[in-house]
Structure formats: C-alpha cells, structure tokens
C-alpha cells in the first residue's frame, strides 16, 4: 500500500470495461493538468465519455484516509461529504485507488474561468453563483460529521506561519529579494502576529482552493466543485478570498463588494459581521496572496512548470490593494506595506 503506483493504462481499460459493460473501443486523450502531479485523460468507450483521474502518491500512507475502518482515498472522503449535503461534485463511475486510478463525469472543458473567455456577459451571475453556493455549503456542513477527514486538519497557526514564510523564501528570496538584519525581523513579526491573529477567528470547512480553475459549469448554469480533497478547517472567509482574488482572475473592488454582500445575506450574518467581513478579507488576501505568489515561483523552480510565473506580479498587486485597505488603521499592515514596496516597487505600485 505504501509503494508509489505506476501509470498502468491496462488497469485504467479494465476499470472503464467495469463501467461501462462492452467492448467497443477505448479512446484515452491526455487532457491538461494544474500545478499537482495528478494527470487526467478524456477516455471515450461507444457513446459514453468518462474522465480518468491518475494519482501517482495515491498508494502512499500519507494520502489514505480511513473511514469506517477502510482506507480510501481524502477526495473520495470530501466527495462523499459533499455529495451527502448537497454539493454538485463529479459523479464516480469507478475507482482502483490502490494503483492510482478513478473514474469520473466527463463535465466537458467549461471550468468557470474558461466558460467566461466565452461569455463574459455571465460574470455577475456565475460569481453571485458561486457565492451562494459556498454560503449554503458552509451552512450544510456545520457542523461536520464526527470521524470526518476534514476535522482531522486546519489552517492553524503553524500552517498559516509556514505559508507565509514560503512567499519569503520563493516569491522574495529565491527572486533575489533577501530579507536580511531588521527586514527579516520585521517581516518575520508580522508574520507571526498576522498568522496567530487569522488561526483565532472560528473555523468551518474550507475547499482551500474555491477558484475558476475548480468550478465547472454545467449546460444548466449549475457549478461543480472540483480539487476538494484537501478540504480543512479554516475561516469562513478564506474561500471567498481563493474566488474573488483569484490569481487567474481581475475584479474591480464594487464587483467584489456586491459579492461579499451577498455572501453576507446567504450565510445569514448580522450587520456587525458584514461590517468585519471586509477587514477579514483583506487580511486573509494578504497571507493567501503571498502564500500563492511564492507557490508560482516554487512550482518553476522545483517542478520546471514556469506556466504559472505570468500570475506573480498581478497576486503581489491584490495583496497591495488589501495593503492599501489596512494601513490606515493596522500598524503591521502599514509596515508590511512599506516593506513590500521596497522590496518589490514594480510589483505594488499600479
């Protein structure tokens, strides 16, 4: 079980002959992957066309749940969950996680952020979707199930703190940009103090990544959830954050603003709660965005993938703009600002 599988097409064949009961050809086309090491193919059989997910750390200890005493996979765990509260997820057709493989609904090639190059004119509806969704989500879901995955791990403060420290080590450092003497000290406080402060606010399930890469968007308007299987703990706003500051995406601040309202009004939040709502996405724009910029240059200079560098300087530019928010009245905000528009001048001016 602990081995790592191997990419064996004859299983993947003999899983989409399970599924789908004949013996008509089997067409399998590589389809585009992300920054993971997961691979998917388009796997066409008569007239049914199902996705194959590949995992190569699927047989390692670390990526097995248990759950009534089996061992299965964390995204077939958070898809169960899911689909148990109503969430639209990708029906299973088939599954061999021992040797890497599952079976999915072919959902076509619309992510929301592809759908959108197509029709633009559906941003607002798509996005007060997706809000929506993820307000009636939160509610589903709390509270989680006893012996659920996703109570077993959280954004807290360890977490929070090394997400920022690899922004310092990739998106600073590993740039040319090294903190030294009272820089580093500095940086390394507000840090401290910024991921202490966010790990203190309440916590409910996070997808962790809830952006227009891992929505799809079905003929009927509906949305489904994609790359679910590291949901966690966190706070309620941090999946606001991955959607309305998505790299991949620009937003001018009144869209965003309508959309944090009408996550207010569909989570049921008081006026006092709307009122923090925007302090609280700033503040976690800022230790996500970093954590993000630092990941694009981690993902080029650890997985040769330079596809996502092109999305460093418009995630420093969103952290910028929470920066502008904060400052006048969050003192570490006002220094991390400073600081960042020494080190990095191009990038948080604009």
């Known amino acids: 079980m602990g081995s790592m599988p191997e990419l064996d097409m004859n299983r993947l064949h003999a899983l989409v002959r399970a ?32 996705v194959a997910m590949f995992v190569p750390e699927g047989g390692k200890p670390e990526e097995i749940g248990k759950h009534q005493g089996q061992a299965r996979w ?32 072919d959902l076509g090639d619309d992510t929301l952020a592809n759908y959108l190059l197509r029709e633009p004119g559906q941003k607002r509806a798509c996005y007060t979707r997706a809000v929506t969704d993820l307000a009636k989500a939160q509610k589903a879901l709390d509270p989680l199930p006893d012996g659920c995955i996703v109570k077993t791990r959280a954004f807290d403060e360890d977490l929070l703190r090394w997400e920022i420290d690899h922004f310092r080590e990739w998106g600073l450092e590993a740039r040319g940009h090294k903190l030294e003497g009272e820089d580093r000290e500095t940086f390394d406080a507000i840090a401290g ?42 706070p309620r706003i941090y999946d606001m954050v991955a959607l309305l500051n998505d790299s991949y995406q620009e937003f001018d601040r009144a869209f965003v603003e309508e959309r944090l309202s009408e996550f207010a009004t569909a989570s049921g939040m008081t006026k006092p ?27 080029d200079k650890k997985k040769s993938n330079a596809s996502f560098l092109r999305f460093v300087v418009p995630t420093v530019r969103k952290v910028a703009l929470s920066l502008e928010r904060l400052r006048a009245t969050d003192e570490d905000m006002r220094t991390l600002d400073a600081l960042l528009r020494k080190l990095l001048p191009d990038e948080t001016s604009g």
């Open 19 to 50: 599924a789908v009961q004949n013996d008509e050809a089997i067409e399998t086309d590589v389809m585009p992957g992300g920054a993971s090491t997961r691979k998917y193919f388009r796997v066409c059989c008569g007239n049914r066309s199902m």
């Open 74 to 105: 964390p995204f077939l765990e958070v898809h169960e969950l899911l689909t148990a509260h109503g969430v639209d997820v990708p029906r299973v057709f088939g599954e061999d996680t021992e040797h890497g493989w599952l079976l999915l609904e």
């Open 193 to 234: 103090r910024l991921a202490k402060r966010i790990a203190s606010w309440p916590r409910g399930f996070v997808h962790r990544d809830y952006q227009s890469r891992n929505l799809m968007v079905r003929e009927t308007g509906a949305l489904v959830w994609l790359d679910f299987q590291d949901a966690l703990l966190g």
């Open 273 to 299: 709660e709307r009122e923090r709502l925007d302090v609280e996405f700033d503040l976690m724009t800022v230790q996500r965005k970093l954590k993000d910029a630092g990941r694009f240059v981690f993902i």
